[in-house]
């Protein structure tokens, strides 16, 4: 369960959700750094789980990576917008999954107009895919709607609260228990069906 | 309940190890870096041409349009500021800065000592109407001090006796009936036929009351046409009587003061009847001149 830290970055080891749940402990920026030293600091405490968060959703590892890197660029970006520094995590995090539903959307769209692409020599990333794709809970999962497989993923891979994930998803606490609660029968009748 | 638990913990360790094998790549960093330092070819491409076609041309003009809402200096006078200026700026030594830069600028100006440039328009426009309305003032008010000041001088002959008389001779010429016949020397046939006799009852009162007035023999002696003096009151109704004639005619008679005093009546009541010049020939024609300060209605007055 423990993850070493990318290269280049300081090696130690962490669980994978370590760095989402402690959000004051890591997710903290002081006021007074600048948005490079910021993004550097981020990077190398959250990036990893911010990646397989992505993962989760858009079934994808390079545009998961992509996704990522994306908000930290917008960030990077508005680093002097953000009016509490120290909720750099929150920010990305809320990027992140904006930006995974931009690319559900973009994906749906291009899945249904444009023609299958030749099968190719499989790679490493779609091994990685595919034993993700193996896992029953995660092929029930996909079967969700987007939101409440959102809810999901935050909630049981984050370990956030109501009110992060409501402030990840952009909605209420309300909406995330009702999106939560659905999604957890969904996913329950699909696995005893299988069962 | 128990269910429940143990189903999120499943869940929970689900996803934790289907990701266990997701591993980004190591150069997630540098590839943010190379991003923040350079940006991607395809949207620079997309904002360069759309800088260029649209946006260039949409912020001149919306900049003129800014200045010359901020200061309107005449019909295209602000676009061709707006226009020479950012042609300047583009044509500096640095080279083109941006639009940003050139707007900053432009709105600089007015976000320092030129915060309410936007009153100047306004500002302008009330000078404007006030200079209309002061000019207009004046013109009424130079009107009613001319008339005002005839009528006083017609009204208060008495005062204006020692420098000249020529309120006594307005005030003949005006009122040289009734109550000028009293007052007059000569006689009074003579100021009984006068014509004036019609012309403003309301003044003679004074003319009555005033002692003074008995000194305006002159509105009597209007009769200058005549060649003898003493005839001056008979010859004062005919109608040939014309104010000109006045001085020239009573230089020759006996009556000097009473002349040089209805001349300097005249020259005084001119500017009044400038702004009535119909009312002038009117009495030359019809009446004596004594009927012509009268002004407007009485000037028909009974000719004999």
């Not at chain 2, 044509?91 to 915060?115: C, I, K, M, N, V």
């Not at chain 2, 230089?251 to 500017?271: C, F, I, Q, Y």
Request: net charge positive.
């Amino acid at each position: 369960m423990t993850t070493s830290e990318p290269s280049g970055m300081a090696a130690r080891p962490m669980h994978v959700t370590e760095t989402l749940v402690a959000e004051t402990a890591l997710g903290s920026v002081p006021a007074d750094w600048d948005a490079d030293r910021a993004v550097t600091a981020l990077y190398s405490t959250h990036y990893r789980s911010l990646v397989r968060l992505a993962a989760l959703l858009v079934r994808d590892v390079a545009t998961a990576e992509e996704v990522v890197q994306d908000s930290f660029v917008a960030m990077h970006g508005g680093w002097r917008r953000l009016r509490d520094s120290e909720k750099a995590l929150s920010y990305l995090r809320q990027s992140v999954v904006n930006r995974s539903r931009s690319v559900l959307r973009h994906r749906v769209v291009v899945d249904r107009n444009a023609p299958k692409p030749p099968p190719d020599m499989p790679s490493a990333e779609h091994g990685a895919i595919v034993q993700l794709e193996r896992s029953a809970v995660v092929a029930a999962l996909r079967t969700l709607p987007p939101r409440q497989r959102e809810a999901l993923v935050l909630r049981y891979y984050g370990d956030l609260s109501e009110a992060q994930i409501a402030a990840a998803m952009g909605i209420s606490k309300g909406a995330v228990k009702s999106h939560t609660a659905r999604a957890m029968a969904a996913l329950r009748s699909v696995l005893e069906r299988e069962a | 309940m128990q269910r429940e638990r143990d189903f999120d913990d499943i869940l929970r360790r689900v996803l934790r190890t289907a990701t266990d094998s997701i591993e980004p790549s190591g150069d997630g960093l540098e590839r943010i870096r190379a991003r923040l330092t350079t940006p991607r070819p395809l949207p620079a491409a997309w904002l360069m041409a759309g800088y260029s076609d649209v946006a260039l041309p949409a912020l001149v003009r919306l900049c003129s349009a800014v200045i010359s809402l901020r200061g309107w200096r005449g019909p295209g006078a602000a676009s061709r500021s707006a226009q020479s200026s950012f042609a300047a700026h583009s044509r500096q030594p640095g080279g083109f800065r941006g639009p940003g830069w050139w707007l900053r600028g432009r709105l600089a100006l007015g976000s320092g000592s030129h915060r309410y440039g936007w009153l100047r328009p306004a500002a302008v426009a009330a000078a404007i109407v006030v200079a209309v309305a002061g000019g207009y003032a004046l013109t009424q008010l130079q009107r009613t001090i001319s008339s005002t000041g005839a009528e006083i001088l017609q009204l208060a002959p008495g005062k204006t006796h020692p420098s000249g008389g020529s309120a006594d001779s307005s005030a003949a010429s005006r009122v040289p009936g009734p109550s000028g016949t009293p007052s007059a020397t000569p006689a009074p046939s003579s100021a009984a036929p006068s014509p004036s006799a019609t012309c403003s009852p309301g003044s003679t009162p004074r003319l009555g009351s005033h002692p003074a007035a008995t000194t305006t023999p002159s509105s009597s002696p209007t009769p200058t046409p005549t060649p003898s003096p003493s005839s001056s009151s008979s010859p004062s109704q005919t109608p040939s009587g014309t104010p000109t004639s006045t001085p020239s005619s009573t230089g020759g008679s006996t009556e000097d003061p009473a002349a040089t005093l209805a001349a300097a009546s005249a020259e005084l009541v001119r500017p009044a009847e400038h702004t009535a010049p119909a009312a002038s020939p009117r009495s030359t024609t019809k009446s004596s001149p004594p009927i012509e300060p009268c002004g407007s209605g009485n000037s028909t007055g009974s000719p004999g």
